[in-house]
T-cell receptor
Framework: EPEVTQTPSHQVTQMGQEVILRCVPI?????FYWYRQILGQKVEFLVS????????KSEIFDDQFSVERPDGSNFTLKIRSTKLEDSAMYFC?????????????FGQGTRLTVV | AQSVSQHNHHVILSEAASLELGCNYS??????LFWYVQYPGQHLQLLLK??????LVKGIKGFEAEFIKSKFSFNLRKPSVQWSDTAEYFC????????????FGTGTKLQVIP
């Protein structure tokens, strides 16, 4: 069964460093997402991406964050200058879209620890 | 605004007790409904989903959920919980119209005591 894959599974970085989280969505999907879950808290929407541009973003997704689909397969989340409060699990998701019976498929997450 | 709410934040049950976790959403249009489970330190796993048709849906691990349109609810149930059901449970909704995305509830932590 096709799945969304995320790398790395764990990333430790120093405060102020840039990190890039990578995701390979399911190949024929059109919609891509990043979500964040701070330890012990809810799953929060960060950004959605469709047709090579951001379609929606939350208040969390400030200028520190950017997304890209550089080569038609990878979907990346970049955090320019990490802060301690960016420590969280980051989930990528993709959705086929175009039909009312649609669901998102989630990756296994990248645990980001900022020290 | 479209939102999803889970009123039970922390539920403690003994093994073999019955479980019902509440989920409500606010939106008058068509919705796709989901329950996810997250075991400690793990990723999200889809328990069950509802798109249309029979409002009672069965999922994995003996879970089921009932969509009640008039109450905007999608409650999760299990007749007899096990210690291994200890986890966090998230209700999630895709609202029709606009750009589709999954909106999660705040989650319910379930602790099952042996």
């Amino acid at each position: 069964e096709p799945e969304v894959t995320q790398t790395p599974s764990h990333q430790v970085t120093q405060m102020g460093q840039e990190v890039i989280l990578r995701c390979v969505p399911i190949s024929n999907h059109l919609y891509f997402y990043w979500y964040r879950q701070i330890l012990g808290q809810k799953v929060e929407f960060l950004v959605s991406f469709y047709n090579n541009e951001i379609s929606e973003k939350s208040e969390i997704f400030d200028d520190q964050f950017s997304v890209e689909r550089p080569d038609g397969s990878n979907f990346t989340l970049k955090i320019r200058s990490t802060k301690l409060e960016d420590s969280a699990m980051y989930f990528c998701a993709s959705m086929a879209g175009g039909t009312k019976n649609t669901e998102a498929f989630f990756g296994q997450g990248t645990r980001l620890t900022v020290v | 605004a479209q939102s999803v709410s889970q009123h039970n934040h922390h539920v403690i049950l003994s093994e073999a007790a019955s479980l019902e976790l509440g989920c409500n959403y606010s939106y008058g249009g068509t919705v796709n409904l989901f329950w996810y489970v997250q075991y400690p330190g793990q990723h999200l796993q889809l328990l069950l989903k509802y798109f249309s048709g029979d409002p009672l849906v069965k999922g994995i691990k003996g879970f089921e959920a009932e969509f009640i349109k008039s109450k905007f609810s999608f409650n999760l149930r299990k007749p007899s919980v096990q210690w291994s059901d200890t986890a966090e449970y998230f209700c999630a909704v895709i609202f029709s119209g606009g750009y589709q995305k999954v909106t999660f509830g705040t989650g319910t932590k379930l602790q099952v005591i042996p």
